[in-house]
């Protein structure tokens, strides 16, 4: 074998550059042209605009009133659900506690009292709207008092139970 001579030999890639890899210029050649670089960049004027941001919830100002009419919707949808059921379990709750059976002697008993006490309370209620300018009465039946006054061409009407006072003013006319 004969010797190659020194136009035969190609140089590898680590050789060629010392050892070094990269583009082969020297280490700090790059720094000018990132300074320039940087400065050119500086010196350009930035544009911006303004952020626009539109609301999209009817909640907060925004124009989609279909989504809140829809979960306005679905909540009374859910709170009548669950009130229907809450009534229907008071009422098997009721029927289950209420296991007497009245006799139907009771319920002709029962009924005659309903009727004397609706016309009772049709006489009183006659009477009253019946009052003439200056009249005033009262009236006490099974714990409730009902006292009225007809004056200056109003009747004003208070009733009292154990459960609270209610109180009408009916213009007469008169």
């Given amino acids: 074998m004969s010797p190659q001579s020194s ?6 890639p ?4 010392g050892g070094r890899r990269g583009c082969g210029c020297p280490r700090n050649r790059h720094v000018p042209l990132l300074a320039v670089t940087l400065a050119c960049l500086a010196a350009m004027p930035a544009h911006a605009t303004d952020l626009v941001y539109v609301l999209q919830s009817p909640s907060f100002g925004g124009s989609n009133d279909t989504a809140l009419s829809r979960a306005q919707l679905e909540k009374s949808l859910v709170q009548s659900r669950d009130a229907a059921r809450e009534a229907a379990a008071k009422a098997a709750a009721a029927a289950a506690t209420s296991t007497t059976t009245t006799s139907p002697s009771q319920t ?5 009292t309903a009727q ?6 049709r006489s009183i209620a006659d009477k009253i709207a019946g009052s003439k300018d200056g009249d ?3 009236v006490v039946a099974n714990g409730a008092t009902i006292t009225y006054v007809n004056a200056d061409g109003q009747l004003n009407v208070t009733m009292t139970t154990a459960e609270g006072t209610t109180t009408l003013s009916i213009p007469t006319g008169q």
């Avoid at 136009?7 to 590898?12: C, G, L, N, R, S």
């Avoid at 680590?14 to 550059?17: L, W």
């Fill in 14 to 17: 680590a050789t060629s550059r």
């Fill in 7 to 12: 136009a035969d030999v190609k140089p590898t």
């Fill in 136 to 138: 005033a009465g009262t």
């Fill in 116 to 121: 004397i006490t609706a016309l009772v309370a």
């Fill in 108 to 112: 002709f008993v029962n009924t005659v």
